[in-house]
């Protein structure tokens, strides 16, 4: 098992920062993916940005520059930086921890950019 705690949600202004922190514990493999996605009510879950456990990175469209995704292994944490962000980025964002078979999910931390 592997359990993921997402922090750093919250309200932010139109053109305002968050950064969210996920951090794994339990039987994680040294070879994984970790990432978020991000879900509105109605709309399907949607990637927001994924690394692997060399740090290699990927990003949903039209996100990358404004997001940005990092990791310390040593922490085993997962890091979402969130920039200049607009209220259509308000949603849940969730992490998650994959390796092999497996996949987890993180409880979810909101995200609402609104004045």
């Known amino acids: 098992q592997v359990q993921l705690v997402e922090s750093g949600g919250g309200l932010v202004q139109p053109g305002g920062s968050l950064r969210l922190s996920c951090a794994a514990s339990?039987?994680?493999?040294?070879?994984?993916?970790m990432g978020w996605y991000r879900q509105v009510p109605g709309i399907e879950r949607e990637l927001v940005a994924r690394?692997?456990?060399?740090?290699?990175?990927d990003y949903g469209d039209g996100l990358k520059g404004r997001f940005t995704i990092s990791r310390d292994n040593t922490k085993r944490t997962v890091y979402l930086q969130l920039t200049s962000l607009k209220p259509e980025d308000t949603a849940a964002y969730y992490c998650?921890?994959?390796?092999?078979?497996?996949?987890?999910w993180g409880q979810g931390t909101q995200v609402t950019v609104s004045s």
């Open positions: 690394i692997t456990s060399t740090g290699l990175t």
């Open positions: 339990g039987n994680i493999l040294s070879t994984n993916n």
């Open positions: 998650y921890y994959r390796d092999g078979r497996r996949v987890y």
